[in-house]
């Protein structure tokens, strides 16, 4: 929702509730502060499998409960508990099932001051500084005047760091149109016709007011029973990329068997020509595959996601007449690795093709939207999402939305978009040195507290 200040009382409140409690103690109110958040906000995981819903809130909110084993009950609480935080939401980003980054610390702080820290520590970085400036106020509110400057300080330190750090150069800009077809939430793939999502696109594709370098079309709005090259429907794309004398780019599921499929991003130039293709590595558990399917098949209803996607391999990158294209496939985009990626193999620009048609509401594309402004800021790049019904939008290297589409409307983005070079310092180092610092954080905690030394908040 925007309302950033609450998750920083919020964390400071944590803070108050592990204060010198025993360890059960300390457990169970972290695991019960963590499924407050996590119960109303997962709840888009419905949609995919309700049971999936019950035991994923259940199971990361206990991370948060393991976290709370990390932070000593005493006052060195104040250095651990960054660290501790920062670890719980890193690994509930990457397991099980390859990780469920939304819902974070790091997106509450996604319109707030802080979110410029990306660019140095990504979200590790960003949820460390989110918890540290907790610590300030919760230090400040017991007068504690050291530690809370101490805290302060150090925010305030990695804030300049942050505004000094390079943030890529540019080196050009492309008109580019964003394409969505429209149409009602709550739809899943079995239950569509894919020929009239086509169709949709094809002709919300008359409103591109030309001319255009580049026209971005969403995840999963072609789907064929082969290589689209070979289909009447890559016919009529290469026709749109000639009629529109503009590179195209559009999200293609592509069967690969009777139980296999690509979920792919291909480019094609203005004459027409098939250029490149990018298939999606990062898939959506439950949604783009069933993990240890043949013992799931037994128990549960699998009719909804009846085959399996092939994961691709290597960085998102598309080499088009328009420029070298970052490509993160929706689910993607909530992976900074995935976009790094993108950018370290030349990508001067970061498309995210997605499809949240199946989720009623807006809560998991608000929170995509979000996501997307994260991986502008950390990459330097300009990041343009196209969704079949909401939200589409263009954003600069700084996370302003410039424009943004509305749910079910059809509609088309026009935006000049900056290409650009260069790295930021996340770019360059990714998430490692910050997990090093908060694990450091938490052993030097636990180090002080057992040799005895004085509480940092005893006065």
Do not use: C
């Amino acid at each position: 929702m925007g309302w950033w200040p609450l998750g920083i009382v919020a964390l400071a409140g944590l803070e108050r509730l592990l204060a010198d409690r025993p360890a059960v103690s300390r457990v169970r109110r972290a695991t019960l502060a963590a499924a407050a958040l996590l119960f109303p906000s997962l709840w888009w995981m419905g949609a995919l499998t309700f049971p999936g819903y019950l035991i994923a809130s259940v199971v990361y909110s206990l991370f948060w409960g393991a976290a709370a084993l990390l932070v000593p009950p005493g006052g060195w609480r104040w250095l651990a508990l960054p660290g501790a935080i920062a670890l719980a939401e890193a690994a509930r980003a990457r397991w099980p099932v390859g990780g469920v980054p939304l819902s974070t610390v790091a997106l509450t702080q996604s319109d707030g001051p802080l979110v410029p820290l990306v660019r140095v520590g990504g979200t590790v970085g960003l949820t460390i500084a989110a918890v540290v400036a907790a610590v300030a106020v919760a230090a400040a509110l017991r007068r504690a005047w050291l530690p809370a400057g101490a805290a302060a300080a150090a925010v305030a330190l990695v804030a300049v760091a942050a505004a000094a750090g390079p943030t890529g150069r540019p080196v050009g800009a492309i008109d580019v149109a964003v394409v969505q077809g429209g149409g009602e939430q709550g739809t899943l793939a079995v239950d569509s016709d894919p020929a009239v999502v086509f169709e949709r696109h094809l002709d919300a594709s008359a409103a591109v007011d030309g001319p255009v370098d580049l026209v971005v079309w969403p995840e999963d709005v072609v789907d064929v029973p082969t290589d689209v090259a070979a289909t009447p429907e890559g016919d009529e794309l290469a026709d749109l990329a000639r009629r529109l004398d503009a590179t195209l780019v559009a999200g293609i599921v592509a069967d690969a068997g009777p139980d296999r499929f690509r979920n792919q991003a291909v480019a094609w130039a203005p004459d027409g020509t098939l250029v490149d293709r990018y298939d999606k590595v990062h898939r959506v558990p439950f949604g783009e595959y069933v993990p240890l399917r043949s013992l799931l098949e037994r128990v549960a209803d699998l009719s909804a996601v009846p085959s399996d996607a092939i994961p691709g391999r290597g960085p998102g990158v598309l080499d088009t007449p328009a420029g070298r294209l970052g490509v993160v496939i929706s689910w993607e985009v909530f992976f900074g690795d995935r976009a790094r990626s993108a950018v370290r193999a030349g990508g001067r620009v970061v498309l995210n093709p997605t499809n949240g048609s199946s989720f009623e509401g807006r809560q998991v594309q608000s929170q995509q939207l979000a996501t997307s402004r994260l991986r502008a800021i950390e990459t330097g790049r300009w990041v343009v999402q196209a969704a079949p019904t909401g939200y589409s939008a263009v954003i600069t290297p700084g996370g302003r939305v410039v424009t943004r589409s509305g749910i079910g409307d059809r509609e088309v983005l026009h935006a000049t978009v900056g290409l650009r070079d260069g790295t930021t310092w996340y770019t360059a180092t990714g998430d490692l040195p910050w997990l090093v610092l908060a694990a450091v954080a938490v052993a030097a905690a636990w180090a002080l507290t057992r040799r005895g030394r004085a509480s940092p908040d005893r006065r």
